[in-house]
């Protein structure tokens, strides 16, 4: 599947208007550092290490935003697309802040590992939410959620058996070996996540390679069957995508949470001490 529908950006205007910004604070930057020595405590310094903390504040308070049905402060997609493109504005000028030099000390390395960090699983977690809908949409016949997915699989499987009762010896050996294992429970690969067809044509594979093998009786059944393996392939997808989704969840929040707190403690040392 093309990359294109994903890595264009939903509003151009967005993406055109950051990349003005971060090309005016580069060149704000080498013009003003020709001049005199950069120092991240002087006046510039300063002025672009605020304006990073803003934009992380900022991006910090998307999930409360989230939550308000008014509009006070503009719509979700608004706040949405501030809390993407301004973290990466955001990174940009950390490294204009720190004059593009790693940082001296321990506290110094945790705030600016946190921030490429959160910067970086965001741009990947926008990936997965433009990608896996697509992927979903253009590929799987079957919708789940994500809860439910293990029961939905259960169910498949005892269809399976009593669709079996009385089938031939060829299709009940390729349904004792090969399908019967792939039904008894959920199975989501990370394969599934990059390319959804070619795990799912290897595990229906023993199934076509029999159909001029089987009982006329049991053609019909056979193609009960695979359809039974493609539904439960289709749920085994289900859940590698969703799945990507919660674990992007796990490495972002947490990470930009922490962010928050110590970029809190530096800027009150920064200003108090």
């Not at 308070?61 to 719509?75: H, N, S």
């Amino acid at each position: 599947m093309s990359l294109a529908p994903v890595l264009a950006p939903k509003k151009p205007v967005w993406f055109r208007n950051s990349a003005i910004v971060g090309g005016l604070g580069l060149v704000a930057y080498i013009g003003l550092a020709w001049f005199q020595p950069w120092q991240p405590g002087r006046f510039w310094g300063l002025t672009f290490g605020t304006i990073a903390a803003a934009l992380f504040v900022n991006a910090g308070l998307y999930p409360l935003r989230r939550r308000l049905k008014a509009r006070p402060l503009g719509t979700v997609q608004r706040w949405m697309q501030l809390h993407a493109y301004g973290t990466t504005v955001a990174l940009l000028f950390v490294l204009i802040h720190v004059g593009f030099r790693l940082p001296g000390g321990q506290f110094g390395w945790w705030l600016f590992g946190l921030s490429v960090w959160a910067c970086v699983t965001g741009l990947v977690g926008v990936f997965l939410q433009k990608w896996v809908p697509i992927v979903i949409a253009r590929n799987l016949k079957v919708e789940a959620i994500y809860d439910r997915i293990p029961d939905l699989v259960a169910r498949l499987s005892a269809e399976a058996e009593k669709l079996m009762a009385g089938a031939g010896d060829a299709l009940s050996r390729t349904y004792r070996d090969d399908v019967k294992p792939l039904l008894a429970a959920p199975m989501p690969q990370w394969g599934y996540v990059f390319d959804i067809r070619a795990p799912r044509t290897k595990l229906v594979e023993p199934l076509t390679r029999i159909t001029t093998f089987v009982d006329e009786g049991d053609r019909e059944r056979l193609r009960d069957l695979t359809s039974l393996l493609n539904d439960k392939l289709d749920l085994d997808a289900h859940m590698s995508l969703q799945r990507a989704l919660r674990l992007w969840l796990v490495l972002h929040v947490p990470a930009a949470i922490v962010l928050l707190g110590l970029l809190i403690i530096h800027v009150f040392a920064v200003v108090y001490l």
